[in-house]
C-alpha cells in the first residue's frame, strides 16, 4: 500500500517542483521512502515524470522500492496495492526465462506487464492502481483493480497550450497540491451528490477538472497525454454464464482468498467485530496462519454499541491473541480535527475506519485483515428484503396511475409517522410517496431507498433546485453501467451488484483507504476480490442469498469448526455512537458551524434550510437521524478546510 503520483508534460524545474508537491501530500501513504524517475524527453522536451510513496509491506529491501525500471526493458512502474497470485505468476515468468532481483510483487507485475502488456492485467488478482510507462512506444498506461479498493484520480490541462496535459495521483489532495490547477472550484454537482449520497460518486469527485479512474478500468495516453485507449477490463460474468459451484468448492475458494491476504512481511492482524463477516475472516485465517493470529476489537463506553463481550467470545473460539481498545467521547473529539483532515473527499462515513486504524497502527501492526463485503456479496442488509417488496408493491398497483399511488403513498407515510417538527422526517415512510412513483426500476428504488433526503428536502437544502445532471442521484455514465450489468429477472442479484458498486464500492472502500493511510496502515479485504465474487456469483441465488439477511452459505463455509449458536443474535454493524455525541459534547463543536450562513452558502447549500434542519435535530424532531446531519457538516467543513467553492 502506497501513495503514487505522475505528469505528462514538459520537463522542467516547474513541473518537477509540482510532482514532488503532489508526492510530498501523499506521505501518510508511504512513509518508508520515495522515489522520482523522469522519462527521456520528445523534441519538444515533453516526458513523463513518476512519483511513488512506499509502505513497506513486502520485501523490505531497496529492491522493492519504487518507482522499478525493468533491467533489460527500461519500463517502469509506480504502483499502490498489493497483487495475491504474484507468487503463481513469478512462476511462471520465472519458466518463461525471467529472473528477479525482488522477492515482492511488483517486480512481477513489471515483467508481466511487459511481456504480455494490456493482457496482464487481467490475469492481476488483488487491490491495485498503478502506472506503467511502456519506453518502446512511449505510452503510459495507467489502471485500477477491478473492484475499486484503491483508487486513482486524473485531472486534464484545459489551457490548450498549457505545460502539461496531464497528472494523476492517488488522492484527490494530492492533485490539489500540485498547484497545477489554477483555480480550482467546486463541482457544481458536489453539493446534489452529498445531499443524496453522503457522498462523492465516480467519476465525478468533489472537483471540477479532476475525475475518478472507475473500478476496473485502464487508460493508456501517448507521450503528448492524448488518451490511445480505454476500456473497462473486467465484468463480473451474468448468470446462466457459468456452470454453477457447490459449497465445498466455494469454501476452497474462500479459504484461498484469506490465505493470499495473510502474506506480509510485516506485523498483521485481523479487526474483529463478533459478526460473521469478521468472524469468518478470523476463522479462516486462524486456519492457514499456523500460528496465532493477533485480533482487534474497538470499545465504547456506551455498552450498546460496544461489541467487547461478543467479540472476545469468539476470539477465544477461535483461538487469537486477542486486544481490546476503547475510544471515549473525549478521545474522539480531540482527534474529530485530525480525523476529519484526513478524508481526501466529504463523506459522513470514515471515521470508524479512522479511530480502528490509529488504534491497531499504535498497538505495532503494519496490517489489518476486516470482514467488509460479506453483506453486499451474500444479502446481508435490510434492502434484500425491502426492495423486493417494494417491487412486488408497484407490480400490484399498476392499475392505478402514478398520481393516485403517490397520493396514496402520501396518506401511508402521514398515517405511520409523525410531521411534527421545524424539517419534515427522511425516512423510509417519507420516502413512500416517491417509491411508488418508481414503477418496478430497482435501481430507482434503491436509490431512493438510501437517500439521505426525500427529493422535496434535498430541493429545500439546495436551494430550490435538483440538478438533471445526476440520474437518481448518480452520475449519468455510471446510472448507464448499472442498468447494463443488471438482470432484472433477478432482484437479489441486482441488489448485490448495486451494493457492491455503490454502498461498497463509492463509499466504504473509499472511505477505508483514506481513513487508514492517514495511519500508514494497509488494510485488506478478502471477501472484496475478484475470484471470490466470479465463484459467489455461480451460486444459484436461492443458495447465495435466502433467508435473506442471514448469510446462511457464509457462515457454513467460513464459520466451520465454531459453534453457530454464537452468531444467533440480530445483525449489529460497527457504528460510532454519533446520535448521542451530535447532541452533546460534538453538537457544541459543530454548532457554529450549522448557523453560520457565510460559511454554507459558497458549498451550494441554502443556509436557512441547513440551520432549520440542524435546529429540527437538536429538537428531537421524529425522523431525522444523525447521518443526514453530520453529511452536511462534513460536507461544509471540507469545502473550506481545501478553499474549494463555487
Known amino acids: 500500500m502506497c501513495g503514487i503520483a505522475g505528469l505528462i508534460g514538459r520537463i522542467d524545474e516547474s513541473s518537477r517542483a509540482a510532482v514532488k508537491r503532489m508526492n510530498d501530500a501523499l506521505s501518510h501513504r508511504g512513509p518508508d521512502g520515495e522515489g522520482f524517475w523522469t522519462s527521456s524527453l520528445n523534441g519538444d522536451g515533453w516526458g513523463v515524470m513518476l512519483a511513488h510513496r512506499r509502505l513497506s509491506i513486502l520485501d523490505l529491501s531497496n529492491a522493492g522500492s519504487q518507482p522499478m525500471v525493468d533491467p533489460n526493458t527500461g519500463n517502469v512502474i509506480i504502483t499502490n496495492g498489493e497483487i495475491y497470485n504474484y507468487v503463481e505468476l513469478r512462476k511462471r515468468l520465472i519458466s518463461a526465462g525471467y529472473n528477479f532481483d525482488s522477492t515482492g510483487d511488483t517486480a512481477v507485475m513489471l515483467s508481466a506487464l511487459g511481456l504480455d502488456g494490456l493482457q496482464a492485467i487481467k490475469t492481476l488478482r488483488g487491490m491495485f492502481a498503478f502506472a506503467f510507462w511502456n519506453v518502446k512506444d512511449r505510452s503510459l498506461l495507467i489502471a485500477r483493480d477491478p473492484l475499486g479498493i484503491k483508487p486513482l484520480y486524473v485531472a486534464r490541462n484545459t489551457e490548450l497550450n498549457g505545460t502539461w496535459s496531464l497528472i494523476f495521483a492517488s488522492e484527490v489532495r494530492a492533485i490539489l497540491a500540485s498547484g497545477l490547477i489554477a483555480a480550482p472550484k467546486l463541482n457544481p454537482l458536489a453539493a446534489a451528490s452529498v445531499i443524496w449520497n453522503g457522498f462523492m460518486v465516480a467519476p465525478q469527485t468533489a472537483v471540477q477538472q479532476i475525475e475518478s479512474v472507475m473500478p476496473g478500468e485502464l487508460r493508456v495516453y501517448d507521450n503528448r497525454g492524448a488518451e490511445r485507449h480505454r476500456e473497462i477490463f473486467w465484468v463480473p460474468e451474468q448468470q446462466g454464464s457459468f456452470a454453477p459451484i457447490n459449497e465445498d468448492e466455494l469454501a476452497q475458494v474462500l479459504q484461498d482468498s484469506v490465505r493470499l491476504h495473510l502474506a506480509s512481511d510485516v506485523p498483521l492482524g485481523v479487526f474483529l467485530s463478533g459478526g460473521v463477516d469478521s468472524s469468518a475472516v478470523a476463522n479462516l485465517a486462524q486456519q492457514?496462519?499456523?500460528?496465532?493470529?493477533?485480533?482487534?476489537?474497538?470499545?465504547?463506553?456506551?455498552?450498546?454499541?460496544?461489541?467487547?463481550?461478543?467479540?472476545?467470545?469468539?476470539?477465544?473460539?477461535?483461538?487469537?491473541?486477542?486486544?481490546?481498545?476503547?475510544?471515549?467521547?473525549?478521545?474522539?473529539?480531540?482527534?474529530?480535527?485530525?480525523?476529519?483532515?484526513?478524508?481526501?473527499?466529504?463523506?459522513?462515513?470514515?471515521?470508524?475506519?479512522?479511530?480502528?486504524?490509529?488504534?491497531?497502527?499504535?498497538?505495532?501492526?503494519?496490517?489489518?485483515?476486516?470482514?467488509?463485503?460479506?453483506?453486499?456479496?451474500?444479502g446481508g442488509y435490510a434492502s434484500f428484503r425491502d426492495l423486493p417488496m417494494f417491487v412486488r408493491l408497484s407490480r400490484a398497483a399498476r392499475w392505478a396511475p402514478v398520481s393516485l399511488r403517490v397520493a396514496m403513498g402520501k396518506a401511508i407515510a402521514?398515517?405511520?409517522?409523525?410531521?411534527?417538527?421545524?424539517?419534515?422526517?427522511?425516512?423510509?415512510?417519507?420516502?413512500?410517496?416517491?417509491?411508488?412513483?418508481?414503477?418496478?426500476?430497482?435501481?430507482?428504488?434503491?436509490?431512493?431507498?438510501?437517500?439521505?433526503?426525500?427529493?422535496?428536502?434535498?430541493?429545500?437544502?439546495?436551494?430550490?433546485?435538483?440538478?438533471?445532471?445526476?440520474?437518481?442521484?448518480?452520475?449519468?455514465?455510471?446510472?448507464?453501467?448499472?442498468?447494463?450489468?443488471?438482470?432484472?429477472?433477478?432482484?437479489?442479484?441486482?441488489?448485490?451488484?448495486?451494493?457492491?458498486?455503490?454502498?461498497?464500492?463509492?463509499?466504504?472502500?473509499?472511505?477505508?483507504?483514506?481513513?487508514?493511510?492517514?495511519?500508514?496502515?494497509?488494510?485488506?479485504?478478502?471477501?472484496?476480490?475478484?475470484?471470490?465474487?466470479?465463484?459467489?456469483?455461480?451460486?444459484?441465488?436461492?443458495?447465495?442469498?435466502?433467508?435473506?439477511?442471514?448469510?446462511?452459505?457464509?457462515?457454513?463455509?467460513?464459520?466451520?469448526?465454531?459453534?453457530?449458536?454464537?452468531?444467533?443474535?440480530?445483525?449489529?454493524?460497527?457504528?460510532?455512537?454519533?446520535?448521542?455525541?451530535?447532541?452533546?459534547?460534538?453538537?457544541?463543536?459543530?454548532?457554529?458551524?450549522?448557523?453560520?450562513?457565510?460559511?454554507?452558502?459558497?458549498?451550494?447549500?441554502?443556509?436557512?434550510?441547513?440551520?432549520?434542519?440542524?435546529?429540527?435535530?437538536?429538537?428531537?424532531?421524529?425522523?431525522?437521524?444523525?447521518?443526514?446531519?453530520?453529511?452536511?457538516?462534513?460536507?461544509?467543513?471540507?469545502?473550506?478546510?481545501?478553499?474549494?467553492?463555487?
Open 288 to 378: 492457514s496462519a499456523g500460528d496465532r493470529i493477533s485480533t482487534f476489537t474497538l470499545n465504547f463506553e456506551e455498552a450498546k454499541f460496544s461489541e467487547g463481550v461478543i467479540a472476545r467470545t469468539v476470539a477465544e473460539a477461535i483461538g487469537t491473541k486477542h486486544q481490546e481498545l476503547i475510544l471515549t467521547e473525549g478521545q474522539f473529539i480531540s482527534r474529530l480535527d485530525a480525523a476529519l483532515d484526513s478524508l481526501d473527499q466529504p463523506t459522513f462515513d470514515a471515521l470508524n475506519s479512522y479511530y480502528m486504524s490509529h488504534a491497531v497502527r499504535e498497538a505495532g501492526f503494519k496490517v489489518a485483515l476486516v470482514g467488509s463485503g460479506g453483506d453486499e456479496l451474500f
Open 414 to 646: 402521514s398515517a405511520m409517522q409523525s410531521s411534527k417538527g421545524k424539517f419534515p422526517p427522511q425516512t423510509r415512510w417519507a420516502k413512500l410517496p416517491d417509491m411508488l412513483a418508481c414503477n418496478e426500476d430497482v435501481l430507482s428504488l434503491y436509490q431512493l431507498a438510501y437517500a439521505l433526503f426525500v427529493p422535496t428536502s434535498q430541493r429545500q437544502l439546495l436551494g430550490g433546485r435538483l440538478d438533471s445532471a445526476l440520474m437518481d442521484g448518480l452520475p449519468a455514465t455510471l446510472c448507464t453501467r448499472l442498468r447494463s450489468e443488471m438482470d432484472p429477472r433477478d432482484i437479489p442479484r441486482a441488489i448485490g451488484l448495486l451494493e457492491r458498486t455503490l454502498f461498497l464500492g463509492e463509499r466504504l472502500l473509499r472511505d477505508t483507504d483514506a481513513a487508514s493511510m492517514s495511519a500508514s496502515i494497509e488494510i485488506r479485504l478478502p471477501l472484496v476480490d475478484q475470484v471470490l465474487v466470479e465463484n459467489v456469483e455461480r451460486l444459484p441465488s436461492a443458495n447465495r442469498f435466502y433467508p435473506i439477511g442471514k448469510k446462511a452459505v457464509l457462515r457454513r463455509v467460513g464459520l466451520r469448526g465454531l459453534n453457530a449458536a454464537l452468531f444467533d443474535r440480530p445483525k449489529a454493524g460497527f457504528v460510532l455512537p454519533y446520535d448521542r455525541w451530535l447532541r452533546s459534547g460534538l453538537g457544541k463543536k459543530i454548532d457554529g458551524t450549522m448557523r453560520d450562513p457565510e460559511a454554507i452558502k459558497p458549498t451550494g447549500l441554502d443556509p436557512l434550510a441547513v440551520t432549520r434542519l440542524w435546529q429540527a435535530f437538536l429538537d428531537g424532531a421524529p425522523g431525522l437521524y444523525w447521518s443526514r446531519i453530520w453529511a452536511i457538516y462534513v460536507f461544509i467543513r471540507w469545502c473550506h478546510r481545501h478553499r474549494i467553492y463555487l
